[in-house]
C-alpha cells in the first residue's frame, strides 16, 4: 500500500485529503495499510469488514468508504494503481469549477486509454458491457462514455443512502439510483496491475447483468410530461399491434378464421396486452379500482372497434391492400381517439381542448419548420395527383416507379439531417429574392407540365416539374438560405428519371441471386443462374430475377454518392464511408432476398407473394440507406445553437402555392386518372 500512498501525496500536494482503505480480505492487508499510513496522522485510516460484514461486493465497500468518509466529495479509486493517481488532481480540479455532482475518469473519451485492461476480449467486455448499461438507462447515461469505470468522484450530498450495491460497478447504481444531474468526465490512462488480481469474473459477470436487469425494473417508469406520456402510450401500442398482427396472421392463415372475426378476436387480446403495459408503466396511479380501469379500458376499445373494423374493410376490399399491413393502418386510425380517452376518462389526466389542440396545430403549420417541409410536400402531390398516385400503385406492386423508393427516402434522411441551419451560415435574408426564385421555378413547373409530350417520356417531364413545383415551395415556406441547403434532398428524386441500361441491370441481378443463393443454401434450391425456389408443403414457390431489388439498389448506389458528395464533398472520407455504405446496402439486400425464401420455406405462398410482390425488400433496402445518410448528414453538420430556424411569413405563400396546386393537378388529372385509380383499385 506504500506506492499509492506516496503517489497520493506526491499528486496532492497540500490539498486536504484523506485516504480511506476499505479492507474486505482476510490476509494481512490491514497491516500494509497500517505500516503505509505510519506518521501521517488520520490522513490515512482503514476500515475493514469481517466475514459476514461484507455485503454487496466490492460495490458495498465502495458504499461503506463513502458514509465513512468526512469531505463533501469522494473519490473513488482502486488499490492496484490501475488509476493513477496522478490523475486526482485533475478530477479535484473538475469538481470544484463547475456545478457537477459527479467527476467520471473515463478510458473512452478524449486522450484516456483503455491499454491496462490486458487483452482485446477484457476490452471487448468492456466496451460492450459499458453499451449494455447505456441501453438500459439511455437517458441517465447520456453524458457518460464510460459507465463502467471504478474511477470517479461524486459529492456525498447527491448519493442515495439506500443503495444496494450488488457487485463490482457501484458506479452505475450510484447515478441511476442517487440524485446526480450534471456529470463532468476526465480522460485518464487506464494502467497495468500493478499487484492483486483482478475481481472480474464470469460470477460478477452474471452478477452485474442480474443487477443491471434489477436496477432497470426498480427505476420509476412512469412519464410526467404529455409528449413523454404520448410517446411511452404509443410504444405500448406498437407492441400491442404485434400481438395484434401475430395472432390476426394465426388465425386467418393457419386456423382458416375470416379476416374479420380473426380481427375481433386479435384485437381483444392487444386490448388486455395494452392495458396490462399502459396501467403499470404508462399512466399516473389513481385511486379507481383495477377492475373498474380494466372494465372501462376493455369497454373503450370495444366501442372503437366498429371503426377499427371499417377502416379495415376499406383497405382490404377498397383498396385492395393485404389484410395485415391494413390492420396496422386502421391501429394508426384509431391512436389519437383512444389517447385522449384512456388519458382522460379512465385516469382523469386532462388534455388541452379541442380548440386549444386546434390552436397549437395553427402555431405549428405557422412556425414550424418540419411542418412546412411536409406542408411543401403535401402541395406538391395535390399539384400533381396522377403523378403521386401512380408512384404509389407502383411502389406496391414493384412496378417501373420503384427505384424512386429509395431517392426519396435518402431525400427525407438529408432534409432530417441537415434542416436546422449551421453555425456558419449568416443569418441575412430576402423575400424579394425568394419571390423572384420561387416565381422563376413554379413557371418552369407550368411549363413542364403543359409542354410535356404522350407517350413513355411524359412521367419523366412531370417528375421534372413536380421537382420544380417543390424547390419553389421550399423557398416560398423556409427561404432561399434553407432551399439552397437541402439543394441536394430536392434533386435526389431526379436519381429515378434514369433508367438502367440492361447491362447493368443484369449485373445487379446477378450479384443478388449468387448472394442470396450463398446464404439460403441449407434451404433453398438453385433453379438456374437468375432465379432460386423453395418448397413448402410439396409447393414449389420461386424467386426469379425480376423479384430482386435490382433496380433499386442501382438507385440505392447512385444516391448514396450523391448523398455522400453533399456530405463530404470530394475527400477521402467520402470514398470510404461510400464504400462501407454500398457494402452494407448489398448485404441487406442479400439478406433480404434470404430471409423472403425462408418466409417462403416457413409460411407458405401468400406470405411469400406479400414479401416479394410488394416493396417490402425495396422499403428495407431505403430505410437502411437512409439509415447512413441520416449519420452522414448529423455527423458534419453543426447546428446553431441558442438561435431558432428563419421562418418567413407564409399565410400568402401557402394561399397561392394551392392556387397553383389546383390548377396543376386539374391540368395533369384528366388526361391519367382513369387508369391510374384503376391501378390503385386493382382493376387493371
Not at 486522450?111 to 439511455?138: E, I, K, N, T
Not at 410517446?231 to 386467418?252: E, I, K, P, Q, R
Given at each position: 500500500?506504500?506506492?499509492?500512498?506516496?503517489?497520493?501525496?506526491?499528486?496532492?500536494?497540500?490539498?486536504?485529503?484523506?485516504?480511506?482503505?476499505?479492507?474486505?480480505?482476510?490476509?494481512?492487508?490491514?497491516?500494509?495499510?497500517?505500516?503505509?499510513?505510519?506518521?501521517?496522522?488520520?490522513?490515512?485510516?482503514?476500515?475493514?469488514?469481517?466475514?459476514?460484514?461484507?455485503?454487496?461486493?466490492?460495490?458495498?465497500?465502495?458504499?461503506?468508504?463513502?458514509?465513512?468518509?468526512?469531505?463533501p466529495w469522494v473519490i473513488v479509486m482502486d488499490g492496484d494503481l490501475q488509476h493513477p493517481p496522478e490523475a486526482v488532481p485533475a478530477i479535484i480540479e473538475a469538481a470544484e469549477t463547475g456545478d457537477a455532482d459527479a467527476v467520471v475518469a473515463t478510458r473512452?473519451?478524449?486522450?484516456?486509454?483503455?491499454?491496462?485492461?490486458?487483452?482485446?476480449?477484457?476490452?471487448?467486455?468492456?466496451?460492450?458491457?459499458?453499451?449494455?448499461?447505456?441501453?438500459?438507462?439511455?437517458r441517465r447515461l447520456r453524458q457518460i462514455t464510460d459507465p463502467m469505470s471504478g474511477f470517479f468522484a461524486v459529492r456525498r450530498?447527491?448519493?442515495?443512502?439506500?443503495?444496494?450495491?450488488?457487485?463490482?460497478?457501484?458506479?452505475?447504481?450510484?447515478?441511476?439510483?442517487?440524485?446526480?444531474?450534471?456529470?463532468?468526465?476526465?480522460?485518464?490512462?487506464?494502467?497495468?496491475?500493478?499487484?492483486g488480481a483482478s475481481k472480474a469474473s464470469v460470477r460478477e459477470g452474471v452478477r452485474f447483468a442480474r443487477h443491471l436487469a434489477g436496477l432497470r425494473l426498480r427505476m420509476p417508469t412512469r412519464p410526467s410530461s404529455r409528449l413523454?406520456?404520448?410517446?411511452?402510450?404509443?410504444?405500448?401500442?406498437?407492441?400491442?399491434?404485434?400481438?395484434?398482427?401475430?395472432?390476426?396472421?394465426?388465425?386467418?392463415?393457419?386456423?382458416?378464421?375470416?379476416?374479420?372475426?380473426?380481427a375481433i378476436l386479435s384485437t381483444q387480446a392487444a386490448v388486455l396486452w395494452n392495458f396490462a403495459l399502459i396501467d403499470r408503466l404508462v399512466m399516473p396511479d389513481v385511486e379507481r379500482g383495477f377492475a373498474r380501469r380494466l372494465g372501462r379500458f376493455w369497454l373503450l376499445n370495444n366501442a372503437l372497434l366498429p371503426v377499427h373494423l371499417a377502416v379495415l374493410a376499406v383497405l382490404v376490399q377498397g383498396l385492395r391492400l393485404h389484410y395485415l399491413p391494413a390492420n396496422v393502418a386502421a391501429i394508426v386510425v384509431v391512436f389519437v381517439v383512444r389517447y385522449v380517452a384512456v388519458s382522460r376518462w379512465i385516469y382523469g389526466v386532462r388534455n388541452r381542448t379541442g380548440v386549444e389542440a386546434l390552436g397549437r396545430l395553427v402555431v405549428a403549420v405557422r412556425r414550424s419548420v418540419r411542418t412546412r417541409v411536409v406542408l411543401a410536400c403535401l402541395l406538391t402531390a395535390a399539384a400533381f395527383p396522377a403523378t403521386?398516385?401512380?408512384v404509389w400503385a407502383d411502389l406496391r406492386s414493384r412496378g417501373p416507379d420503384v427505384p424512386l423508393f429509395v431517392p426519396l427516402a435518402v431525400a427525407a434522411a438529408l432534409l432530417a439531417g441537415r434542416l436546422r441551419p449551421p453555425a456558419a451560415e449568416p443569418d441575412v435574408h430576402d423575400r424579394q429574392v425568394d419571390g423572384l426564385i420561387a416565381t422563376g421555378l413554379l413557371v418552369s413547373a407550368a411549363a413542364l407540365t403543359g409542354l410535356a409530350p404522350d407517350g413513355a417520356t411524359a412521367p419523366t417531364w412531370l417528375l421534372l416539374a413536380a421537382v420544380a413545383y417543390l424547390a419553389a415551395a421550399v423557398v416560398l415556406l423556409l427561404g432561399t438560405r434553407a432551399a439552397f441547403r437541402l439543394r441536394s434532398a430536392l434533386l435526389l428524386p431526379l436519381v429515378a428519371a434514369g433508367t438502367p441500361t440492361p447491362a447493368m441491370q443484369h449485373a445487379g441481378h446477378w450479384v443478388l441471386v449468387n448472394g442470396a443463393a450463398l446464404v439460403s443454401a441449407p434451404f433453398a434450391d438453385r433453379l438456374d443462374e437468375a432465379s432460386l425456389s423453395v418448397r413448402y408443403a410439396g409447393q414449389q414457390l420461386v424467386l426469379p430475377a425480376s423479384a430482386t431489388p435490382a433496380v433499386a439498389l442501382l438507385s440505392a448506389v447512385l444516391s448514396l454518392l450523391l448523398a455522400g458528395l453533399c456530405c463530404f464533398g470530394m475527400t477521402r472520407r467520402l470514398l470510404t464511408r461510400a464504400l462501407v455504405a454500398v457494402a452494407a446496402v448489398i448485404a441487406t439486400a442479400i439478406i433480404g432476398l434470404a430471409c423472403a425464401l425462408l418466409v417462403g420455406r416457413l409460411f407458405g405462398p401468400d406470405a411469400f407473394r406479400a414479401v416479394t410482390v410488394t416493396g417490402a425488400l425495396d422499403a428495407v433496402l431505403a430505410a437502411t440507406i437512409a439509415v447512413f445518410v441520416w449519420r452522414w448528414s448529423r455527423t458534419v453538420a453543426t447546428p446553431q445553437a441558442g438561435k431558432r430556424h428563419y421562418v418567413p411569413r407564409g399565410r400568402l405563400a401557402v394561399a397561392a402555392l394551392a392556387l397553383i396546386a389546383v390548377g396543376l393537378g386539374g391540368f395533369t388529372l384528366p388526361a391519367s386518372a382513369p387508369p391510374v385509380v384503376g391501378s390503385i383499385l386493382?382493376?387493371?
Open positions: 500500500m506504500a506506492p499509492i500512498v506516496g503517489r497520493l501525496d506526491a499528486a496532492l500536494g497540500d490539498v486536504p485529503a484523506e485516504c480511506i482503505f476499505v479492507d474486505d480480505s482476510d490476509d494481512d492487508t490491514p497491516d500494509a495499510v497500517r505500516a503505509a499510513g505510519a506518521g501521517r496522522g488520520d490522513r490515512v485510516r482503514l476500515l475493514h469488514r469481517p466475514a459476514g460484514q461484507r455485503d454487496g461486493g466490492l460495490g458495498g465497500a465502495v458504499v461503506a468508504g463513502i458514509a465513512a468518509a468526512r469531505a473512452y473519451h478524449g486522450s484516456g486509454d483503455a491499454g491496462g485492461l490486458g487483452g482485446p476480449v477484457r476490452r471487448l467486455v468492456s466496451r460492450m458491457s459499458g453499451h449494455l448499461a447505456r441501453l438500459a438507462f439511455p450530498a447527491a448519493v442515495d443512502p439506500q443503495l444496494r450495491p450488488d457487485g463490482f460497478k457501484i458506479l452505475l447504481e450510484i447515478i441511476v439510483r442517487s440524485r446526480i444531474e450534471r456529470i463532468v468526465e476526465v480522460p485518464y490512462d487506464f494502467q497495468p496491475r500493478l499487484a413523454a406520456r404520448m410517446a411511452s402510450f404509443a410504444a405500448a401500442g406498437a407492441s400491442g399491434m404485434v400481438v395484434n398482427s401475430a395472432l390476426l396472421w394465426l388465425l386467418a392463415a393457419w386456423l382458416a378464421v375470416p379476416y374479420l372475426a380473426a403521386a398516385a401512380q386493382g382493376r387493371r
